[in-house]
């Protein structure tokens, strides 16, 4: 029986099967489903748990050389907001680029995390290293 860390069967399955410059999408409560990836939906209630609560959880059990995030979370959220996801993301880098853009990379990942932030545009796609 697992003690510590990541607990969810079923979010630890789809770490387990994370490989080398693979993709996996951690969104907020509003983001899209598709049909054609795997997803854990573990929102409870607004903001519970959050898309950076997941971040460091799944973090700690991964290595991610990379990160996307729609350019449209640095319009609409707070300094506060952008310096807590910088801090959450410190030591990989981040590209932002249009959120039409960022919605075509999601097909191609392996999973999708679904948390019940509501944090605008507060998703993140995280490739392996």
């Known amino acids: 029986m697992?003690?510590?860390g990541l607990l969810n069967p079923q979010i630890l399955s789809l770490l387990a099967r994370v490989r080398h410059t693979n993709a996996l999408v951690?969104?907020?409560r509003g983001f899209p489903f598709w049909p054609q990836i795997e997803t854990v939906d573990i929102s409870l209630v607004d903001d519970l748990p959050t898309v950076l609560q997941v971040l460091a959880?799944?973090?700690a059990n991964c290595n991610f050389r990379q990160a996307y995030m729609a350019r449209e979370f640095q319009?609409?959220?707070s300094a506060a907001t952008r310096a807590a996801f910088a801090k959450g993301l410190?030591?990989?880098p981040v590209k932002?680029?249009?959120h039409i853009q960022f919605k075509k990379r999601?097909?191609?990942a392996i999973g999708l995390v679904r948390?019940?932030?509501t944090i605008q545009y507060a998703n993140v796609i995280l490739i392996s290293g």
Do not use: L, M
Request: charged share 25%; hydrophobic share 40%.
């Open 96 to 98: 932002f680029e249009p």
């Open 90 to 92: 410190a030591g990989i």
């Open 115 to 117: 948390t019940g932030d």
């Open 106 to 108: 999601v097909p191609a």
């Open 26 to 28: 951690i969104a907020d």
């Open 2 to 4: 697992i003690k510590t």
């Open 57 to 59: 959880a799944v973090r």
């Open 75 to 77: 319009k609409h959220n």
